[in-house]
Structure formats: C-alpha cells, structure tokens
C-alpha cells in the first residue's frame, strides 16, 4: 500500500543533494508497496610508450545470442515520469507512464529513430501500480498490470511495439516486494508445495535500494522458481529487455542484507530458461568490486545515480549529468560485446525539457557515445526540436558508441579541461575535448597523449568536416560545458620515449613511499603509500633541449587521486588522476612538464592527501 509519508517526502525534496533525492524519491515511490587509450599493461622498462588496448573481448556467454552484441539503443519512460515539467504528470507524480504514452512514444520511435538503430522502448517502474502508488499482484505474488494505466495488459503493449519492428523493455525491483507476500501463504506458479513463506527467510530481512522487498533465501529451491515464473511471465508476454533495480552491492547499500548477485544469477538462469532472448539490464550504481558478477550474469550494468534531476526539466547540468565524467573512467575496461557500462538515459532531444543549454547536450551526447554507453533517450519524441534530433541522429557519432573499439578514458587528468581518447581498430584514434568549466577555454589534445607523433589529419564527427592536417596536436576554444570530437588519423611516427621505473634505485624516496609488488605492472613493481607527506622523485630524467614534454605516467589508483608533480625545482600543480577501476590495473595520464636540456627530476609529492601508486613514466625523445 502507499505509504502514508509519501507526500511528506516529496516536500522535503527540495534543495536536497542529488544522490539523496534519488533515494528518496524512489523511496517514496517504492516503498509504497555497470581498456582504452592509455590503460595498458608496461611490459618492459625498454618498451613502454603508450598504446591502445585491444578491443574488448566478449564479456559474457549472451554475446552469442546477439545479446548486447553492441549498446542497446532506444527510448525509456522514467525520465519524464519522474519529471515535473509542467503537464507531463497530469494526475499526480510519475502518472505520465500509461500505456497510450508508451503506445505514443513507440509510434514516434518508429517513425522518427528506428533507421538511426533506436529499437528498444523500455516501460520503467510503475506499471503494476495505480496513481497512488498501491501496488498490484496476481494469485502468484508477481507484478500484475494496473487496469487504468494499461487497460489492455503488457502483451498487448509488447504486441504493438513488435508491430513496429521494435523491442520491448520491462522493469521489475529485485526481491519479493512486500505487498506480493501474503502472510506467506501465496502460492508459487508451477512449484507445488512452495509459498512466499518458504522464499524468504524467517526474519523477513528486506533488500534492495530502498528496503522494499524481502530478501530471497536461494538455499530453498523455491526461491529459483518464484523468480523463474516471473521470467515466464515476461516471456509470454513477449518482452525483451528486463531493467531489473535497486540491486546491491549498490543502489546506496551494501552488507549482506543487500547482496544481490545470488538474485542476478538467478534471473539470468530463469531467462535462459524461457528460451527468450531477453537483455538483463541492472541498476544503480552498481558496486565495481562485483563487476565481474555483473558480467558474468547480465548484459549492463548502471555504473551511477539516476540522470534525472526530479525537478522541472528532465536533468540538469549539476544534476547529475555532470558526475559521469568523475565516475565513468573506472569502468572503462569493464565493458565489451554481451555486457556493457550503462550511463543512463540520453536526455538531449529538447532544450526547453531537458534543462540544457547546446553545449551541454553535445557535450553529454559525447561523452554517452566515447563511453559506450547505450543511447536510450527520455525525451518527448514527439517534441524533439531540431538541434536534438541531429544530436540522436549523427551517424558518426553513433558509429562511435556502436563499433568495435575499447571505450574511451582521459588521457589528461580529471579538471575543467579534459582529452579523452581510444584507438580504433584501423589504427586511427577517437579524441573528445571537453570543457567543463563555467567559463570558455581552449583545450589541446597533443598526439603524444596518444602514442604518437608528427602530422595527422583530423576529422570533426559533430559537423561532418574534415579539418585537414594537425602536426603534433590540436586545440579547440570550446564553450563552457563544451566539447568537441575528433577522429585522428596518423601520418606521423610512433613517438620514441624513454622509461622510467618508480620502483628503480637511482630514484629517491621519502615519507611512507615504498616499493610494493605489482603483477601488471612493468617490471612487477610500482611505488605506493604515497600519502600524509611522502614523495617520489625520478631523478636524472635526460632530455636533449629545453621544452614543454608530455610525460606519460603509468599508475594504479582504484579510486580518483590527487597527486602534485612538478619537475626540478618548481612548484607544480595538484592532479587529479582518475580510477583504474581496481587496484590491479594500470592506467596512463599525461601530464606537461618543463624540463631542460641534460637532467632533470620528476617529483611526486601527495602533500597531506592519499595519491595514485606510480609504476613508471615515459618521456619523449623530443619536445
């Protein structure tokens, strides 16, 4: 039943912090019942210039179904029943998700997206419910349709979007809500003997991001094939795609209590089961210690909060679409053919909805598409201004999301101004600019940031323009929030350096430094504890002549770390450098320096902050 603090909690919204009002907000509506250019393996102190990684292997067994082969593409309800744009939820919050709108929006889909590779229309949370909220479920305490906001059932809806040579998608919260329970007394389809009773544990211990179902006690049977007459459900139905929420570790929780990968394990189970192939998809920011139970079981994986904004547009600049370019470099060797990193929906149609100025819908559309991530929009489709719909239609920007190459990382460090880059199979790089600061900047990519050095010619994907040969690097004046995006082909060199071992005895180490093992690392060692206070220096780094060099470092951070580095004498500058996503992995930044002609230091100081672990640097020949 709805609960009766439901109202309460959409007062105290506002001005509340975007991950709160997230929890919140879904709270309020449920508890009324996831290796690019530079990440590399070093492998050896005599050859380590940078290099793109290989194109991701397959990720999990689905892929040879043609399971999330590539980034779904499509259209989702929740960004706009979650919105309170004026007259998009006439009879309450969250009323917008009916089946005329989603009958509305397939038709649009069809007739506008469909040739561009959009083909999923996906129903998120709420169809069982009534505009109260109260949730509804059948003898068999599964999710049953609302009769007022799909009168004629999910088949019927699936029915038409098959109709249109589309896909459909489907939402369910993990565990077994409250509201389907029963006393335990409700019987399980096709499991004779089981109830709710024996699917959960005694206790009646509660799961999922906002505590609104009962844990599954997978240890009986029954729990399997409760979840197994779910899939069934759906399969009958005809759907193809599952958004399957509030799963942990994540979703804001952790503990045992909220560890669904048993869950995940066993819808993947019960889909295969059906004979259907049906796309798993898992949500929200998942945690990426278990990201290989996410690839193993599914075929994405929700690496942050909700996009949306819960307010008067769609999403917001701050809120949150911002926050991806902190959280998104962890993940980027985790994504491949069969299971993909999932940014959240693509609200960039229309201006006026979204809550976005040009700049930032282009920017968001890139970093969506460099990342890999699936291109599904929120936005009225019926209501796409220009300017978004040659956003969602450039064919080479989808191109860039949809074909085979690793998913991008910075190759510069995290700031206002970034360059985040990826080698593509034909040996040319993608390249986007970025500037996220509230001010206009000029941002340069330098071809050594790449592995590479001398002319290359360069394309603009965004106008369709060749621009004609670049020696050595390009610059952009970018607009705040802006971004530009590239393919860079080379004509020029592979750019000759010369490597560095933190770990080597002629440099010198001082604080908590010390040298650790490290399989992945050149060598097998890096230097890490670098933090209250400790520093390493690389000393005699030799250069023929003064000049600016693009020094790539080689690290290890399973979270962002700030570090200073500066050469000889001078002061230097706090970095950020972004995650490898664990603490095994090696990735690489680009950091300017000034060093002269014969020796020189590179420091690394973490002042009273903790910072990266260092395995090596690579310096070029020349300037």
Same mark, same amino acid.
């Given at each position: 039943m709805r609960s009766p603090s439901y109202r309460a909690l959409r007062g105290a919204l506002a001005g509340s912090p975007r991950h709160t009002m997230r929890v919140m907000l879904v709270l309020a509506v449920t508890a009324a019942l996831a290796t690019a250019v530079p990440t590399a393996t070093r492998a050896t102190a005599a050859s380590r210039s940078t290099t793109a990684a290989a194109a991701p292997a397959a990720t999990t067994a689905d892929v040879t179904s043609g399971i999330a082969a590539k980034p779904f593409m499509g259209w989702s309800s929740w960004s706009m029943q979650s919105s309170q744009y004026p007259g998009l939820n006439p009879n309450g919050n969250y009323s917008y998700l009916t089946e005329a709108n989603v009958l509305k929006q397939t038709d649009a889909l069809a007739a506008t997206l469909k040739k561009y590779g959009y083909n999923h229309v996906n129903i998120d949370a709420g169809w069982w419910m009534d505009n109260n909220w109260t949730t509804e479920f059948d003898q068999y305490g599964r999710q049953t349709p609302d009769p007022v906001r799909f009168p004629h059932g999910m088949k019927s809806v699936a029915d038409h979007i098959h109709s249109k040579g589309l896909k459909a998608g489907i939402y369910l919260p993990v565990g077994l809500e409250k509201g389907a329970y029963g006393d335990g007394r409700v019987p399980i389809r096709n499991a004779p003997g089981c109830t709710t009773a024996d699917i959960v544990y005694p206790d009646l211990r509660t799961t999922n991001g906002w505590d609104s179902a009962y844990k599954l006690d997978f240890d009986n049977p029954c729990a399997q094939r409760y979840i197994d007459s779910q899939a069934r459900m759906l399969a009958d139905w005809g759907y193809d795609f599952l958004k399957l929420d509030g799963v942990g570790p994540g979703s804001f929780k952790s503990g045992d209590n909220y560890n669904n990968v048993a869950d995940v394990a066993a819808w993947h189970k019960a889909i295969a089961d059906t004979g259907r192939p049906i796309h798993l998809e898992l949500s929200w920011s998942l945690d990426i210690g278990h990201a290989a139970d996410w690839k193993k079981y599914s075929n994405g994986w929700r690496i942050d909060t909700d996009v949306e904004c819960y307010c008067?547009?769609?999403?917001?600049? &701050?809120?949150?679409?911002?926050?991806?370019?902190?959280? %998104?470099? %962890?993940?980027?060797?985790? %994504?491949?053919?069969?299971?993909?990193? &999932?940014? &959240? %929906?693509?609200?960039?149609?229309?201006?006026?909805?979204?809550?976005?100025t040009n700049a930032e819908r282009q920017s968001y559309m890139t970093l969506w598409a460099i990342n890999k991530s699936p291109l599904f929009t929120g936005d009225d489709l019926t209501q796409l201004d220009s300017y978004g719909l040659s956003l969602l239609t450039n064919q080479e920007v989808i191109a860039v999301d949809q074909n085979n190459s690793p998913v991008a990382r910075p190759v510069t460090p995290m700031g206002d101004e970034q360059v985040w880059g990826t080698k593509n199979s034909d040996g040319s790089y993608t390249v986007a600019l970025f500037n996220l600061g509230e001010s206009p900047a000029s941002v340069t990519a330098n071809w050594a940031s790449l592995g590479f050095t001398g002319a290359a010619s360069v394309r603009d994907l965004w106008n369709h323009k060749d621009l004609g040969t670049y020696k050595n690097k390009i610059t952009a004046t970018l607009p705040a929030h802006g971004s530009r995006l590239f393919t860079v082909k080379p004509g020029g060199a592979p750019l000759a350096t010369t490597s560095y071992e933190a770990e080597s005895a002629n440099n010198t180490r001082t604080g908590n430094a010390s040298v650790a093992a490290c399989d992945s690392c050149s060598g097998g060692k890096k230097v890490g504890n670098l933090y209250l206070d400790s520093r390493l220096q690389f000393n005699d780094i030799t250069v023929k002549k003064d000049g600016i060099y693009p020094v790539n470092v080689s690290y290890v951070s399973g979270d962002p770390r700030s570090v200073t580095v500066y050469s000889n004498s001078g002061n230097g500058t706090s970095l950020k450098f972004p995650s490898t996503g664990d603490w095994g992995t090696v990735g690489t930044i680009s950091v300017e320096l000034a060093l002269k002609a014969g020796s020189n230091t590179v420091t690394f100081d973490s002042g009273w902050d903790y910072s990266p672990d260092i395995d090596g640097i690579d310096v070029p020949k020349s300037a």
């Open positions: 008067n547009t769609l999403v917001t600049w &701050d809120n949150s679409v911002r926050g991806r370019w902190d959280d %998104a470099p %962890a993940w980027s060797g985790k %994504a491949g053919p069969g299971g993909w990193n &999932d940014l &959240d %929906a693509i609200d960039v149609g229309n201006g006026a909805m979204d809550g976005l």
